[in-house]
């Protein structure tokens, strides 16, 4: 069974239902409200280079956001209201920072460069070429990506903050990156797209690692950013798809697939509305849906799967699928309000390696349908709470568990605020 290793790992590192109307944004764009500025909060410093298990504290702050008025945004627009036809309208009046286009039609052919470009420091206000603000509006940066495969790997550093990604939907603006650990890359630097800067937002692109189920290790996404938000996005790999490294990180309305620990990490991650998939493995490979790396009973992370679709892939054949194993001795993780389809393996969870943290971790369902949500025959480690009470399984909503309130109405993503 092809498996991560401690060592490996060691080396890479609604209660209330609340929805974002879009008639609340609308008249929060006529009015000229921009988005809100991030909370500010520093996270323990994990390095945009190097893989380390550094402890990944989770910022906590006020359930206050300050606003600030500023022109109208296109990030705004895109976010709060249908997509693509009301996001076409906004780019076709409001222009964005950089516009990514492989025939040449944009500002640049590359996704990298122009992520460089638009989180340049700018010049000198007496310089010649100062001027105003970006198109984004506001300190956002928004990159249109235009439908294309784009080949390349992509890094947005921890200094890069606010950057946008917007493609033209799913399947349409693809970025495909085929790094692994059998290609002799670190788990962490095997990743198409890192996203280190606090308030990183992707939406309506498709992002991928083609390395294969025979190639080890091959992130898709690694996420270490603050208060970042991935909306209607495919994340596609085979094992550790999706590296949620460390911070508040919310997900909605994404196919997610994979096979091995495809969604691991040590952040506080909320994923909702999503597609979560699991592909056929390599031989002697078993299917385990999380890998939750909290190393620490004080580290306020964790996996909280809401409201979500847990499925087989057409080719998964017979094979079983658990919902996740410990990484760490203290893994965090809770399934609630979720289908669950017969793929799913009656023991619901699986080991690591022996009895490794099998007392110590937090794996909770609530709530959940579907022929593979039968809790009788599940594992009975001490662990283990196939029948989560209301009030536990309300720490884990977006409300307290990464206290969305406070920030997501300003990114204008759609979002379940309690159970």
């Known amino acids: 069974m092809h498996l991560h290793t401690h060592q490996a790992k060691d080396m890479e590192t609604l209660g209330r239902r609340r929805r974002v109307a879009v008639l609340a944004w609308c008249n929060a764009i006529a009015m000229a409200l921009a988005l809100a500025t991030p909370v500010a909060a520093v996270a323990a410093n994990h390095g945009d280079t190097a893989a380390k298990d550094n402890v990944a504290v989770v910022p906590r702050i006020a359930a206050s956001a300050a606003a600030a008025a500023s022109s109208v945004n296109v990030t705004a627009i895109c976010m709060a209201t249908p997509y693509p036809s009301a996001c076409e309208t906004a780019l076709s009046t409001i222009a964005p920072d950089a516009v990514v286009a492989l025939d040449g039609s944009g500002t640049h052919t590359s996704i990298s460069d122009a992520i460089a470009a638009v989180t340049a420091p700018p010049p000198p206000a007496h310089h010649p070429t100062a001027s105003g603000g970006g198109g984004g509006g506001g300190s956002r940066k928004v990159i249109y990506v235009k439908a294309g495969r784009y080949e390349e790997s992509v890094s947005i550093t921890s200094k890069q903050k606010d950057v946008m990604l917007l493609g033209d939907g799913k399947g349409k603006t693809v970025i495909s990156g085929h790094r692994s650990v059998a ?16 308030g990183f937002i992707a ?4 992002i991928v690692n083609s390395a294969g189920p025979g190639k080890g ?4 996404l690694r996420v270490g950013a603050d208060l970042s938000v991935v909306y209607n996005c495919g994340i596609e790999a085979y094992q550790d798809t999706l590296y949620v490294h460390s911070n508040r990180q919310f997900y909605a309305a994404d196919d997610i697939s994979g096979t091995v620990d495809f969604i691991f990490g040590n952040a506080a991650a909320v994923i909702q509305g999503c597609e979560i998939r699991a592909r056929r493995p390599g031989p002697g490979q078993e299917d385990t849906v999380t890998a939750q790396g909290r190393s620490d009973p004080n580290q306020n992370t964790g996996i909280s799967i809401h409201r979500c679709r847990i499925t087989g892939a057409p080719d998964l054949g017979g094979t079983p699928v658990y919902l996740g194993r410990p990484w760490r001795r203290y893994s965090r993780t809770v399934v609630m309000g979720t289908f669950l389809d017969r793929s799913i393996a009656p023991a619901g969870w699986l080991e690591w390696s022996g009895q490794f943290g099998l007392s110590t971790l937090y794996y909770g369902e609530y709530g959940n349908t579907g022929p593979g949500a039968g809790t009788r025959r599940r594992v009975t480690w001490s662990g283990v709470h196939t029948l989560m009470s209301t009030s536990d399984a309300t720490r884990f909503t977006v409300a ?20």
């Open 183 to 198: 290609g002799g890359y670190t788990t962490y630097a095997s990743a198409t797209v890192a996203a280190m800067g606090s």
């Open 217 to 220: 290790q091959a992130v898709a």
């Open 203 to 206: 939406k309506g692109l498709t």
């Open 400 to 419: 307290n568990f990464i206290v969305g309130d406070a920030w997501l109405p300003a990114t204008g993503v759609t979002y379940t605020s309690g159970l």
